[in-house]
């Protein structure tokens, strides 16, 4: 059986869809992880005009519960352990990186993305590891060990974009 193709149709067949594929930002051609952290900086600048630090802390909570939720059940229906239209893991991974590095520039934050988006596609050390750790074994079913899996190598991707910015800014100041 052929998996299923992530499309707007299939986008809007379910919430968890809706959500994993980034409100439709998964399903561009080209670069769909790029493109969902692009939407993710675009959405983090305009929803901080209302949300303070804790409220930010709230909804990064939520989104990662309910983000491991909508990955599961996407990449059920998509019958693909971790599809490249799922983007809902780089949504939440950089609002953590932006949470934490603003209030900074726009230059700064070009950096942050583009130091995420490094750890993210080429998985050195640490990403590498925790994106193997919950691949789909043979035999098994695609269930919630993948859909965390899915969400867990981009929280350590926005982990290692962060403890980069703290060490070039520790060395930069002394």
Do not use: N
Not at 34 to 42: F, R, S
Request: aromatic residues 14%.
């Amino acid at each position: 059986m052929a998996a299923t193709r992530a499309s707007a149709a299939f986008l809007l067949r379910h919430p968890a869809h809706c959500i994993a594929l980034g409100f439709g930002s998964g399903l561009a051609p080209r670069a769909p992880g790029t493109v969902g952290t692009l939407w993710a900086w675009i959405a983090f600048v305009v929803l901080d005009h209302w949300l303070g630090p804790l409220q930010w802390a709230l909804v990064i909570g939520a989104g990662v519960a309910i983000g491991t939720w909508a990955c599961t059940r996407t990449a059920q229906h998509l019958e693909v352990a971790d599809p490249g239209a799922i983007v809902w893991d780089e949504i939440v991974a950089f609002w953590i990186v932006l949470w934490l590095v603003m209030p900074a520039g726009f230059l700064a934050q070009l950096a942050a993305f583009a130091l995420f988006r490094y750890f993210d596609a080429a998985k050195p050390g640490p990403v590498g590891w925790a994106d193997r750790l919950y691949k789909l074994r043979a035999g098994q079913a695609i269930g919630w060990r993948q859909g965390w899996g899915i969400v867990f190598d981009d929280l350590v991707a926005a982990g290692c974009t962060l403890l980069f910015i703290a060490v070039w800014l520790a060395l930069w100041r002394s």
